[in-house]
């Protein structure tokens, strides 16, 4: 159904980026990004206006870009600042430029209309910049799957149990409900699981003896940043929804990247409360982490092969289905609404609270 | 010209398939089969109902099978025996059943309206089941090939003299004329090269010494199942056409199952009422037909692509096109039968005598 | 834009071809080449009338090809003169063949209407035949890319500044301005770099200790024959334009052949005053050509790709582009001529004289 254009998109990490020309696709456009001289990064489009021939093809000279056929070269601002072999250069020689901006090691570009972006709107949590949580970057993994099906997955409590039997899930939580509830413009997905055997994941990392109360909140910030709130703490202690920092508690975060209609990438990263400044820990996390997303990864690439097949029935629509119906027809609304030119400013997404 | 969809598509070999979902794809038609626990084969739609992931993608559950995604369960029937995180089970959660038949150690799936499928219509001769003859399963050739080329190089002997010189032909039977006839829903295509040198595959298991009668009988079952009947025998007997079992006789089975529109899957064996119960022969048998089943293979691979191109002029029809012009006819007439959901009850296919 | 049929273009070396039947696409013309017995090239449309199979998979009988399906047999006037299992020939039943030249080991095949081909029109230049003159065949250049950016590139003596800095071009020339001219079916683009230090061909084959005069001289041949005429002389001789040959002077051939839309072949050699007789230095010549168009096909392939994408606006055209611009107006009008049937005897290219 398209994509939307008036948001910031993750692009990678900071150390992802330095001096060379760095090419990518988000949203179906080809950008180039580099580090400037005075460290910040520059994002423009990756086609020479004469030829079309990507300027991540050609090379950097100073903080500008020359195209690497005719030379044509295009400064930080995008415009044209030498076509050589004339004097005169021609109001059509620019290439787009695009907002970017970084937060935390993330760097974030905004494929919509330049006026609108406002990097206040930059999604953002306070465990960011808490001592007493850890901060660590994952990895980019990549599906050739379509962004929705991928974003849904990430308000979707109900799949952990099936997808993730040895990881993140378990048979507990097989039947559990799915409460689900929006606020601005973010959905919320949650269930807990209490007084049963903790899953791979806190056996390996909590120190749970006994059964263990556990939870799984699934934010979805339009239109495709995902908060994955989960954590157990002892069945005895019977915790109170909004005590959960008094569990073992891990906020994973997937910044879903539309690249093509076909085809996605999901940076994830995690701040924890646990094993802070641990990165023995990390690395350990990140194993675990990749068994699960592999298994995604092989569910998603599998259900978009089926999409393109012909359908003999419309698929059918179960309990557990909320979440990922809600987020779908916000963002047909959000591509209508692009579509019409009728958007007006973007909300800052706000975390849903539940207390 | 699309697919006959009432009919037995062999799926594959009875060893093929045991407790494990095993995916395949027959007429277009997605497909998971497994052996139940009463040791019956049971063909489902690969598709969940609810996300589209292929059942295959799950696993076994006693007789049920679980989607690898959100835990939706189905029983042999194909209807849906549990949705977790609910209590009722929509109307709408099913996935389609096939039809399944084991005949001598072959899976036989039927693809049209189960109403129609009859058993008994399913093919078999009486050669399987007589001690004189020995069965031997021989391999799955996989063609990037339209399934009515493939088919049609099976009531096609005269191609045997050109792409198999060295093995199932010879220039002896070049100009030989090919005598054509239908029965029911058999098409036969034969002739008999009298008083030639045997060809490789008789020189090395018929043990001649001189010139032989050799015979090619082509037998196509619509939609797709050939019986090629082939043989040599001593040249100064002469044998009467009828008596053919007195030579060196072989029945090569070819069950071409129809994968998409450019895919096939030709399973090939044979019987033979020489060499019983030597399974050296059915190895060294093999090793031959692989050969000249490659060179089929290349022919109707690159004719594959030959079609797709634009072309200039209509092809040429020929002398020796009977068969395969009347075996496109008949198919064209079953699909638009079928098309119009005028189609009877589709006859028991009959061998066609000449005597 | 489609493709100027009524041409000659080149299908390889002599030296590529031989005894067996030897397939290649010509404007999307599928066409099997072979060396008849009394040495003269055929070439024949590489498709049998009958099932579409490529002649080129079957084999030479003599000076006749056989279809390696039913065994029709076809003349080197693409007359069928055997059906195997009939006695009549149809009408319908042969090949086109095309019109096909050897010139200094050059093998051109006429794709157009063969009334209309002429001998005398393959492009020649009386260097071929001078014993002061080395020439030199060298490779096929492969290029995933319309061969109208590959022709055009060689109409383009701006690129060499940017695509090729170590080989055969330098920042001295980035910003000399180009000339061009047309002269019956020819273009030529063209500029000299007086006074610089001689670039990287130059240091190692002219033996130059100061600086020189190095020109460039861009002729592309109607369709898509391209000569480059450049050359380095001291520059203190103060060279007038027309004696160029007192120089070391290289005449760099592309013969650029549309295989589809999106794939091209550049045949590439070059005739030289100098090292004449010198093997080895007509391989290091080639070393250094291999890098420089290998520079040409990134670039070429990467607009490709470009080209499919959506495009957001026009492309912009700027001085250095007047030689493609008249090239592919040039092109343009031939197809449409040719679509109308209008085309009359094409003219024979002629050199531009600058005198």
């Known amino acids: 159904m398209g994509f939307v254009r008036n948001a910031w998109y993750v692009a990678g990490w900071s150390h992802d ?3 060379e020309l760095k090419p990518l696709t988000i949203v179906d456009q080809k950008i180039v990004l580099f580090r400037a001289s005075d460290g910040n990064l520059v994002a423009l489009e990756d086609r020479c206006p004469h030829k079309l021939l990507p300027l991540s093809k050609g090379k950097r000279i100073g903080d500008t870009v020359q195209c690497g056929y005719h030379g044509m070269t295009f400064g930080t601002d ?4 030498r076509v050589p072999g004339q004097d005169n250069l ?3 020689a ?3 430029t695009y907002p970017v901006e970084e937060r935390h090691g993330i760097v974030w570009v905004w494929t919509g209309d330049p006026e609108k972006a406002d990097p206040a709107s930059i999604f953002d949590m306070p465990e960011f910049s808490d001592p007493n949580w850890h901060c660590h970057h994952g990895d980019a993994l ?4 379509n962004y929705l099906n991928v974003a849904e997955n990430l308000v979707d409590p109900a799949h952990v149990s ?3 039997p040895t990881t993140l899930g378990s048979a507990a939580s097989e039947d559990v409900p799915v409460h689900v509830s929006t606020s601005g413009e973010t959905i919320a997905a949650w269930r807990w699981i209490r007084n049963a055997p903790p899953v791979g994941f806190f056996q390996k990392f909590g120190g749970f003896d006994g059964n263990v109360d556990r939870w799984h909140y699934y934010y979805l910030h339009m239109p495709s940043t995902a908060v994955i709130d989960f954590g157990s703490v002892d069945a005895g202690l019977n915790l109170p929804e909004e005590d959960r920092d008094q569990g073992v508690r891990i906020f994973a975060l997937h910044f879903v990247t539309p690249v093509t209609d076909d085809y996605t990438i999901d940076h994830w990263m995690h701040l924890r409360n646990t094993a802070v400044g641990d990165e023995s820990a990390s690395e350990q996390m990140d194993a675990m982490f990749r068994i699960a997303f592999a298994e995604d990864k092989e569910v998603l690439e599998a259900i978009e092969i089926e999409e393109k097949r012909p359908q003999k ?3 059918i629509r179960i309990a557990i289905d909320k979440g990922p119906n809600v987020y779908r027809k916000r963002i047909r609304d959000l591509v209508d609404a692009e579509a019409t030119e009728d958007l007006g400013e973007p909300e800052r997404p706000t975390f849903v609270q539940h207390d």
Do not use: E, N
């Open 78 to 81: 995008g415009r044209c600042v």
């Open 162 to 164: 099936f997808v993730h």
């Open 90 to 92: 021609p109001k059509s």
């Open 17 to 19: 980026f330095g001096d």
């Open 94 to 96: 620019y290439v787009d």
């Open 142 to 145: 990549h599906l050739k799957a």
């Open 313 to 315: 029935r419309k698929p």
